[in-house]
């Protein structure tokens, strides 16, 4: 007697992965992968929904409600990354989709990175390496790129979930650091030593560093402003992990050309990967192309636990990172 043929669901995946997870994506489920890699555009996200049992999207695909319009066939998004603003939820819940994103994986990465920028931004990391790299050193002086001391300062987290919270760890017991923060909930049983504010103005103005851990969108969109900037002490930097659209971009180009503040450090952009160019020609900046979670061991961890949620979501299981 023949079995039953097991039809495999249909999954598209909208960016290339590292090499294992897509190996073990395509063992067990019928992928249609994006071999050129360059970001889909409106139309193949929607033929993606329409053609595909789930889609594996990441930060570089705008799913906004109107690509739900009319039927679709997908029942899953699956995204690559903890942080989910580029996905309207909301329409997607409507249209009958369970989306899942992948929580935890990244923590240490994300605050590794937030660490290596408020360094690099203290010390004039990427100063000095321009500067030796275009042949301009000189030598060893007393007075050369003397920047600002870390140890004992004070830093102000905006966002105290799980990279918040790696990142005061990072700060405090690393670094001697007081720790002050912001979230909109209140937050207990930390295992740091820290004093969550009743607002981010107070943050923003007893803060040396100022690191952001809040989620992109929705009320944090342009939660750093031109007022907020003037919060902050003139001798204080800014570091952005979190999402772009957090800071607005012009607001923090005016409050650095004024010297209202010190500097900043950014690992993300309102209009990726488009970085305004009053920005990239400061020296008291420094710019990463968005890399808080890639490290080859988080990149993995990140697409096995899509799989994680997608294998739970089609054998009939409650996967366990959705979102809503
Ligand atoms: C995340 O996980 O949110 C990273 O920024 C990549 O999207």
């Known amino acids: 007697m023949r079995g039953a043929r097991i039809v495999k669901p249909t999954v598209v995946v909208t960016r290339r992965w590292p090499t294992e997870v897509e190996d073990r994506l395509a063992a067990e489920f019928n992928v249609r992968f994006n071999e050129t890699d360059q970001p889909y555009d409106r139309r193949e996200l929607r033929s993606a929904l329409e053609e595909a049992d789930a889609v594996l999207p990441t930060v570089t695909d705008r799913i906004g409600a109107d690509l739900f319009e009319g039927e679709v066939r997908a029942k899953f998004l699956g995204n690559f990354g903890v942080g989910f603003n580029h996905i309207d939820i909301a329409a997607a819940a409507k249209a009958g ?52 001391h870390v140890t004992g300062k004070t830093v102000g987290i905006i966002g105290m979930g799980r990279i ?20 909109s909930h209140p937050i207990t049983g930390l295992d740091v030593p820290a004093r969550q504010l009743p607002n981010v103005d107070d943050v923003l103005a007893a803060a040396d560093f ?47 050309e004024a010297r209202r503040i ?63």
């Open 210 to 256: 100022v690191s952001l851990h809040c989620p992109g969108g929705g009320e944090n969109y342009h939660l750093i402003d031109d007022r907020r900037l003037s919060c902050m002490k003139w001798s204080a930097f800014l570091i952005n992990t979190a999402r772009g659209d957090v800071v607005d971009e012009h607001a923090l180009v005016r409050a650095l």
């Open 262 to 324: 010190a500097g900043a450090g950014l690992d993300v952009f309102e209009g990726e990967p488009r970085v305004p160019g009053r920005l990239a020609e400061r020296q008291d900046v420094v710019l990463l192309p968005h890399l808080g979670s890639a490290t080859q061991e988080t990149r993995i961890a990140m697409g096995m636990r899509v799989i994680e949620n997608l294998k739970a979501f089609f054998s009939g299981r409650e996967p366990p990172d959705v979102v809503s």
């Open 164 to 183: 918040g919270q790696a990142m005061a760890r990072r700060c405090h017991f690393g670094f001697g650091m007081d720790v002050v923060f912001y979230d």
């Open 97 to 148: 989709l369970t989306v899942t994103n992948t929580p935890g994986v990244l923590t240490d990465a994300t605050a590794d990175l937030a660490m290596t920028l408020l360094l690099m931004c203290a010390r004039r990391a990427g100063e000095g390496e321009r500067e030796l790299r275009s042949g301009k050193w000189t030598g060893w002086r007393p007075t050369h790129l003397c920047g600002t």
